[in-house]
T-cell receptor, first 110, second 113 residues
Framework: GQQLNQSPQSMFIQEGEDVSMNCTSS?????WLWYKQDPGEGPVLLIA?????ELTSNGRLTAQFGITRKDSFLNISASIPSDVGIYFC??????????FGAGTTVTVRA | SQTIHQWPATLVQPVGSPLSLECTVE??????LYWYRQAAGRGLQLLFY??????ISSEVPQNLSASRPQDRQFILSSKKLLLSDSGFYLC????????????FGPGTRLTVT
């Protein structure tokens, strides 16, 4: 299946900061998705992107579908403590199936 | 609105015992259904998916099986659990026309001892 590489693997946030993470693919995607998972819970779909260059927001979250169609970016503006968790990118891996990245773990800086 | 349920929430089972995890979806018809496993601190591994009643596609050879006896019911089973079957099992659904927008259930934490 497709290889998805998320960067960074982990990050620390301070309340009020803007943070960014990205995801790259070994092949071209027609769809990019971003999920957030809180400890002990199932992932929650944040944003779905369907068009190269598309920029879509969901509250303080903004995701972009890269022009090359091999990457996507997620930005969180004005971080708050409840933004901690694991963020996954995902893209199609054949009909009906998704491949997921390994995740970016976001933690609050003490 | 659509809701997805999984049970049990947690399960501790001895090696060699059988397993049955259930997932049901409400508020939609003819969903695509998925079983994923997530090892501690790891990503999501697709185990099975189904695009209709009685239709199951297996992604990873293992001692697990899946069944879809009703349109909105998806069951994950094993005849004999292995230690390596421990993990967080997630069921997900997507709409018939939007297969990639997958919505996950709350998960089942399985510990095999």
């Amino acid at each position: 299946g497709q290889q998805l590489n998320q960067s960074p693997q982990s990050m620390f946030i301070q309340e009020g900061e803007d943070v960014s993470m990205n995801c790259t693919s070994s092949s071209i995607f027609n769809t990019w998705l971003w999920y957030k998972q809180d400890p002990g819970e199932g992932p929650v779909l944040l944003i779905a992107l369907y068009k190269a260059g598309e920029l879509t927001s969901n509250g303080r979250l903004t995701a972009q579908f890269g022009i090359t169609r091999k990457d996507s970016f997620l930005n969180i503006s004005a971080s708050i403590p409840s933004d901690v968790g694991i963020y996954f990118c995902a893209g199609p891996s054949g009909d009906y199936k998704l491949s997921f990245g390994a995740g970016t773990t976001v933690t609050v800086r003490a | 609105s659509q809701t997805i349920h999984q049970w049990p929430a947690t399960l501790v089972q001895p090696v060699g015992s059988p397993l049955s995890l259930e997932c049901t979806v409400e508020g939609t018809s003819n969903p695509n259904l998925y079983w994923y496993r997530q090892a501690a601190g790891r990503g999501l591994q697709l185990l099975f998916y189904s695009v209709g009643i009685g239709q199951i596609s297996s992604e990873v050879p293992q001692n697990l099986s899946a069944s879809r006896p009703q349109d909105r019911q998806f069951i994950l089973s094993s005849k004999k659990l292995l230690l390596s079957d421990s993990g967080f099992y997630l069921c997900a659904w997507s709409a018939w026309g939007l297969p990639y927008e997958q919505y996950f259930g709350p998960g089942t934490r399985l510990t095999v001892t």
